[in-house]
T-cell receptor, first 119, second 113 residues
Framework: GAGVSQSPRYKVTKRGQDVALRCDPISGHVSLYWYRQALGQGPEFLTYFNYEAQQDKSGLPNDRFSAERPEGSISTLTIQRTEQRDSAMYRC?????????????????FGPGTRLTVL | QQQVKQSPQSLIVQKGGISIINCAYENTAFDYFPWYQQFPGKGPALLIAIRPDVSEKKEGRFTISFNKSAKQFSLHIMDSQPGDSATYFCAASISGSGYKLSFGAGTTVTVRA
């Protein structure tokens, strides 16, 4: 079946503009995560959802970043008033259900990412 | 602050050789330790994972060794093949936290034919 998809794959924007990044998880996956990956670094947690409920947003850098998943499927990460330091790869991952007792049975599947460049 | 420290940053190994990547953590609440493999242009993909109640887990040519007292774990790639050339990330998470992952910085492995 289809994996996690993200759009756009590349986004170039000017400083001060708002951007919206979309994630389409694997069908039926309850949990959805957003990570940010700087060049040469591992992904860094931003936020995650179970169904439509945002469970943890502790990784969002500041209040310019927000995320939603209104119907428990597709999610949008929005960055307002973008700054050059926001430039990075933004990755989405989904898993079957993060509320289960055993993480060994709950693999996170990552999408190809959106490369954001803020000029 | 990086919760999981990974080394080396890169390594080169001959075909058939052994690749070893090491990770260390401080948070003793971590109880799930996966390794991800990432090819250029792709997202990370789960390779193998371990819980701290075992000291070693093997899947094919890939083995995780876990040392709870030292708060260290490592990935061994036996009989390395050119197709194993990729970036490898160790990670850790805490049960009950939604399994949000804290990643190491990554190791780029190059296998020379």
């Amino acid at each position: 079946g289809a994996g996690v998809s993200q759009s756009p794959r590349y986004k170039v924007t000017k400083r001060g503009q708002d951007v919206a990044l979309r994630c389409d998880p694997i069908s039926g996956h309850v949990s959805l995560y957003w990570y940010r990956q700087a060049l040469g670094q591992g992904p860094e947690f931003l936020t995650y959802f179970n169904y439509e409920a945002q469970q943890d947003k502790s990784g969002l850098p500041n209040d310019r970043f927000s995320a939603e998943r209104p119907e428990g499927s597709i999610s949008t990460l929005t960055i307002q008033r973008t700054e050059q330091r926001d430039s990075a790869m933004y990755r989405c991952a989904s898993s079957l259900d993060s509320t289960g007792p055993d993480p060994l049975t709950d693999t996170q599947y990552f999408g190809p990412g959106t490369r954001l460049t803020v000029l | 602050q990086q919760q999981v420290k990974q080394s080396p940053q890169s390594l080169i190994v001959q075909k058939g050789g052994i690749s070893i990547i090491n990770c260390a953590y401080e948070n003793t609440a971590f109880d799930y330790f996966p390794w991800y493999q990432q090819f250029p242009g792709k997202g990370p993909a789960l390779l193998i994972a371990i819980r701290p109640d075992v000291s070693e887990k093997k899947e094919g040519r890939f083995t995780i060794s876990f040392n709870k007292s030292a708060k260290q774990f490592s990935l061994h790639i036996m009989d390395s093949q050119p197709g194993d050339s990729a970036t490898y990330f160790c990670a850790a998470s805490i049960s009950g936290s939604g399994y949000k992952l804290s990643f190491g910085a990554g190791t780029t492995v190059t296998v020379r034919a």
